[in-house]
């Protein structure tokens, strides 16, 4: 089993994603960076029912909007009431990318959302069933 990944193992594929390759018995496993983001309540969450309501509409059309630009792999909220109110995978190269879109969000602008943002490794082509 592997841990962590070495730096000479690391290559930048034609589209800028770092990625990498592991062999499990048979099996080669074609590894990428992405991103994750966990979407945290903010600190700012006095607004009132109809501006929250607003702001949350704003939410799903930028959700909806990078989901069409293809930069978001997907997307959903949580299933409690923490703090952690949802998360975003992005299917883009770079953090510095990841910020841009993140930091357009409605609910980010409006403080009811803060976002904490991860490099993550899966096998290229990895779906839920």
């Known amino acids: 089993a592997w841990t962590t990944v070495q730096a000479q193992q690391v290559e930048i594929d034609s589209e800028g994603f770092e990625t990498f390759t592991i062999a499990e018995g048979d099996t080669v496993y074609f590894m990428k960076k992405y991103h994750l983001v966990l979407l945290k309540a903010g600190t700012n969450r006095t607004q009132g ?37 949802g998360i975003f995978i ?20 409006s403080g009811r959302l803060t976002a904490e943002i991860h490099p993550w490794w899966s096998a290229k082509g990895t779906k839920l069933p």
């Open 49 to 85: 029912e109809e501006e929250t309501m607003k702001i949350q509409a704003g939410h799903m059309a930028h959700i909806q909007k990078m989901a069409d630009e293809g930069v978001l792999a997907m997307a959903g909220p949580m299933g409690d009431e923490s703090d952690l109110r």
């Open 90 to 109: 992005f299917n883009l190269p770079t953090i510095e990318e990841v910020r841009e879109w993140v930091d357009k969000d409605p609910a980010i602008v």
